[in-house]
């Protein structure tokens, strides 16, 4: 080496000019979450309803079973969402702001059990083979990143299934499961905590309204 030359070194000796490139294999299959998590500070400090404690304690069981029973499911939301349509003139009566607080009480009891609902306002289900995006701990909505694992868990939280694996799984299922190739828009952060239910039966019935309108 020549005077005054500077070359860093590692434990495996001096660092050739050329990147290294490090196999998975020789990683173990270690991801970069898995990385950064090993590396973090430690505390006694653990946060009672966030990943992955959270997620530890859970089975997946409902979730799953939800998606394996996607085409079911599809079947009857179908029917359900032209009996809420019905009773657009209910909800109009009331108003729909004033039936929001029940229907949203409903909505979110159901649909957390079933699908682990995240009460985005906007859901899409009936595109995701009945496997929730919200429950993809980095909330994508167009399908996975490129962290899930070989066993096809996620990245970051390693017990739990790739919501979009499975979400692609369930919709094979489904009649119209090649929505799932539809690009969805970013989350409308404003409408959550709201009812979709509400809110697709009104967008529903004003569409109805206007073409019937036009007609
Ligand atoms: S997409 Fe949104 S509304 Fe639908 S189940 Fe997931 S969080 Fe709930």
Redesign the pocket.
């Known amino acids: 080496m020549a005077e005054g030359e500077i070359r860093s070194t590692t434990a495996r000796g001096p660092a050739s000019s050329a990147p290294e490139t490090v196999p998975p294999a020789a990683t173990g299959g270690v991801t970069q979450a898995a990385m950064v998590k090993k590396t973090a500070p430690k505390s006694d400090y653990k946060p009672a309803d966030v990943s992955p404690q959270r997620r530890v304690q859970r089975s997946f069981t409902v979730r799953l079973w939800s998606i394996r029973h996607s085409r079911g499911l599809e079947w009857f939301y179908a029917r359900f969402a032209n009996m809420f349509l019905m009773l657009h003139p209910l909800w109009n009566r009331i108003g729909y702001g004033r039936a929001e607080a029940p229907v949203k009480f409903v909505e979110k009891h159901v649909?957390g059990l079933m699908?682990d609902?995240?009460?985005?306002?906007?859901?899409?289900?009936s595109s995701t083979g009945m496997s929730?995006?919200?429950?993809c701990p980095k909330q994508l909505r167009n399908g996975p990143c490129g962290g899930v694992r070989a066993n096809g868990n996620c990245e970051v939280e390693p017990d739990m299934p790739c919501v979009w694996v499975k979400a692609w799984e369930g919709s094979r299922n489904m009649v119209k499961g090649d929505a799932i190739l539809n690009v969805q828009k970013p989350v409308d952060q404003s409408l959550r905590e709201t009812s979709?239910w509400l809110r697709v039966t009104a967008l529903t019935a004003a569409a109805k309204d206007k073409n019937e309108a036009q007609a």
């Open positions: 649909k699908f609902c995240r009460m985005c306002g906007q859901c899409i289900l929730c995006p919200m429950n979709a």
